[in-house]
């Protein structure tokens, strides 16, 4: 059924991908947790480069450490921008 592979999609979100073969059950699907999830059916993808990779690790980590903005805070100057 071949393997899953980390992605990252708009939102930072994490992206499963995953290959069907229109009849069992992935067990890619089986390991997320109860929640709405969005499936879309894609030709291919393009796996992010290892400097992709390593960038978003540190922007996550940046985060983690308490080095983000609030989501206030982005909305604020979202703002502003629109206003121009």
């Keep these: 059924m071949g393997g899953v592979r980390r992605c990252y999609a708009e939102g930072m979100s994490s992206?499963?991908?995953?290959?069907w073969n229109g009849t069992d059950f992935p067990d890619?699907?089986?390991?997320?947790p109860?929640?709405?999830?969005?499936v879309e059916s894609v030709d291919?993808?393009?796996?992010?480069?290892?400097e992709e990779e390593a960038g978003l690790e540190a922007a996550l980590a940046s985060l983690r450490a308490g080095k983000g903005r609030t989501l206030e805070q982005v909305r604020q100057t979202i703002d502003v921008a629109l206003r121009r």
């Design 15 to 19: 992206v499963r991908t995953l290959h």
């Design 28 to 32: 890619e699907l089986r390991s997320l």
């Design 34 to 38: 109860a929640g709405t999830y969005v």
């Design 44 to 50: 291919s993808s393009s796996p992010l480069t290892s």
